[in-house]
């Protein structure tokens, strides 16, 4: 069986969806392939978010990841938004949910910490959640 495709999706792709890309990828690439899109790019990811996921995971997104907008991506299984507190962008899926999640930009190392932690949570229980058929997508 093929894997599910999970696209995590904010407007700017820069910061929380490129973390839970990578976290993705850490944590669940077993389960779940994943993605980050966004409706806008940015020259390159959020370098506060880059020096948090590597001093946490060991994990240099600036060498896996870039800023993709949303028709970079394979068409996805699942949509994960990250919390765009506008308009969220709109990707056809099977699957949808919204993390909520505020961005950390310009704020402290402890807000960047935080969203990693939440997002690290929050991966391993859509993964859990898929292995377990309470996703169906």
Known sequence: MNKLKVA??????SCRSQIAEALGKMFASDV???YSAG??????????????IKQLYDLDMETT?????ISDIPQPDIVI???CNVNCPYVPCKYREDWGLDDPTGKNDNEFIETARI??????????R????????
């Open 81 to 83: 938004t990250m919390g």
């Open 32 to 34: 779940f392939d994943s």
């Open 119 to 128: 997002i690290e949570h929050k991966i391993l229980s859509l993964k859990e």
């Open 39 to 52: 409706t806008e790019t940015k020259p390159s990811i959020n370098k506060d978010a880059v020096r948090i």
């Open 8 to 13: 995590f999706v904010c407007v700017h792709n």
């Open 65 to 69: 990841q870039s800023s993709k907008l």
């Open 130 to 137: 898929i292995i377990n058929h309470e996703i169906k997508a």
